[in-house]
């Protein structure tokens, strides 16, 4: 399985990005993708998670309102959109594969930097 991200990128305060994640290598019908991101200095968080068999997303509250999880099967990739970007969500993004309590591949991450 390989996991790329992408669509990291410098941006100013109050603006949006679109993190893509293209997977390949095996079929993924069983599986979620998720997002994670870490933050310099801190754990790795987990952001959102897609079910790749019917696209039902989950968020913890904290997440809710500003992050959508989307996919598209016909291109195996899962996108992570980010609204109204605040300097706090400056963190390596990470997308993932795996089940809802163990994720088991990982891409390398894609830099989101937020100004403010």
């Known amino acids: 399985v390989q996991l790329q991200a992408s669509g990291g990128g410098l941006v100013q305060a109050g603006g949006s990005l679109r993190l893509s994640c293209a997977a390949s290598?095996?079929?993924?019908?069983?599986?979620?993708m998720g997002w994670f991101r870490q933050a310099p200095g801190k754990e790795r968080e987990f952001v959102a998670r897609i079910r790749w068999s019917d696209g039902s997303p989950y968020y913890t509250d904290s997440m809710k309102g500003r992050f959508t999880i989307s996919r598209d099967n016909a291109k195996n990739t899962v996108y992570l959109r980010i609204d109204s970007l605040k300097p706090e969500d400056t963190a390596v993004y990470y997308c993932?594969?795996?089940?809802?309590?163990?994720?088991?591949?990982w891409g390398q991450g894609t830099q989101v930097t937020v100004s403010s």
């Open positions: 290598g095996r079929s993924f019908s069983s599986y979620y």
């Open positions: 993932a594969l795996g089940t809802t309590s163990d994720f088991l591949y």
